[in-house]
């Protein structure tokens, strides 16, 4: 049995983390001593991680309870699961198009200085009058 710290430690999760995840119900109450200490298993410790890789990789808390509760019924079909991990991707995918979108303008922002005084920076030109990047930002969902 893992007092907190330990399951902590062994997964890369603060305490605090760990006392929330509880409280929300993604993790089960733990077992106690009769002092009241937490004590956590091997099949806690393996819920923990696997949260924290869901993290990791984005997953909203919701979609770690959907994910948790098909893992905790076996029988059901792996279909649901595929369905939330293409929601994520679908995700993944606008966040790397406006990431992209925000990349080509910093890159015409810095190509277009000139170099010369402030008066004349394109950089500052363009943070101040942003109409011209709205609608880049806008058609992809920013």
Do not use: W
């Amino acid at each position: 049995m893992l007092a907190i710290g330990t399951l902590a430690r062994r997964t890369g999760t603060k305490v605090q983390t760990i006392r929330y995840y509880e409280q929300i119900g993604l993790m089960p109450e733990p077992g106690r001593t009769a002092g009241g200490q937490r004590r956590y298993g091997e099949a806690e410790l393996d819920r923990l991680a696997f949260i924290r890789h869901a993290r990791q990789l984005g997953f909203t808390l919701e979609a770690i309870r959907e994910l948790l509760d098909l893992s905790d019924h076996p029988e059901k079909s792996c279909q649901e699961a595929d369905q939330i991990a293409g929601r994520q991707l679908r995700q993944v995918e606008l966040r790397m198009a406006r990431l992209e979108a925000l990349r080509t303008e910093l890159e015409r922002m810095v190509h277009e200085c000139s170099g010369g005084n402030t008066a004349d920076c394109r950089v500052l030109e363009v943070l101040r009058d942003h109409s011209e990047c709205l609608t880049a930002h806008d058609e992809i969902g920013a």
